[in-house]
């Protein structure tokens, strides 16, 4: 069983910044891509970002990219999100992802067998 817990979400302005954490145990971290996702009131959840096993490629979603950056450190068992440039459109619950298999970079939510408990980024205009 995997667990993935979420924190460093909260209350920002807009134009403000916030770094994600996702700390994931159960299985040999290293070798899965991972994601996360976001989801709004009233709205489906979405992709954001996806980093491969090793970190040599990201994926992200037209909305964010060149505000946020994925990133992972394999020896702290540990994804992160860094959010720059927030708008108030950012706001959501925010979700750490993972696949079923080590081949998989979860891009979209029928690619996730499992999801962290979410963190809430409000951001205020």
């Known amino acids: 069983q995997v667990q993935l817990v979420e924190s460093g979400g909260g209350l920002v302005q807009a134009g403000g910044s916030l770094r994600l954490s996702c700390a994931a145990s159960g299985r040999t971290f290293s070798t899965y891509g991972m994601g996360w996702f976001r989801q709004a009131p009233g709205k489906e959840r979405e992709h954001v970002a996806a980093?491969?096993?090793?970190?040599?490629?990201?994926y992200y979603a037209d909305s964010v990219k060149g505000r946020f950056t994925i990133s992972r450190d394999n020896a702290k068992n540990t994804v992160y999100l860094q959010m720059n440039s927030l708008k108030p459109e950012d706001t959501a619950v925010y979700y750490c992802a993972a696949p079923p298999t080590s081949l998989t970079v979860p891009i979209a939510t029928t690619q996730v067998r499992y999801w962290g408990q979410g963190t809430q980024v409000t951001v205020s205009s």
């Open positions: 980093i491969t096993w090793n970190g040599a490629r990201t």
